[in-house]
Nanobody
């Protein structure tokens, strides 16, 4: 059973930065960050393949967020810069043994999910 544990969330002011971490058990999987704001659908934020050869970003975070991973530490990261109030959400990491490709933003592409970490950005 794969276990995913997010950390690093918190409250920051607009323009600030946070780095989220997702620790995972077992082998390196293809992984992603999703977020869900109150009353909204969970949306894909960023994706990284198992050996970090490919990354994707949603248009809303491109140029501000950077996804990375350290497989030696079994940890994936999301560096979030220039944060905006609209980035406020619960952030989840997700993992899959199967390459998601163009379906990386779909929740159904991932079999494993963490419990989430809250990010709040104030104006």
């Amino acid at each position: 059973q794969v276990q995913l544990v997010e950390s690093g969330g918190g409250s920051v002011q607009s323009g600030g930065s946070l780095r989220l971490s997702c620790g995972y058990s077992g082998r390196a999987y293809h992984m992603a960050w999703f977020r869900q704001a109150p009353g909204k659908e969970r949306e894909g934020v960023s994706y990284i393949t198992s050996l970090a050869g490919t990354t994707y970003y949603s248009d809303s975070v491109k140029g501000r967020f950077t996804i990375s991973r350290d497989n030696a530490k079994n940890t994936m990261y999301l560096q979030m810069n220039s944060l905006k109030p609209e980035d406020t959400a619960m952030y989840y990491c997700a993992a899959s043994r199967v390459l998601a490709g163009d379906n990386w933003t779909r929740r159904s592409s991932y079999a494993y999910w963490g419990q989430g970490t809250q990010v709040t950005v104030s104006s």
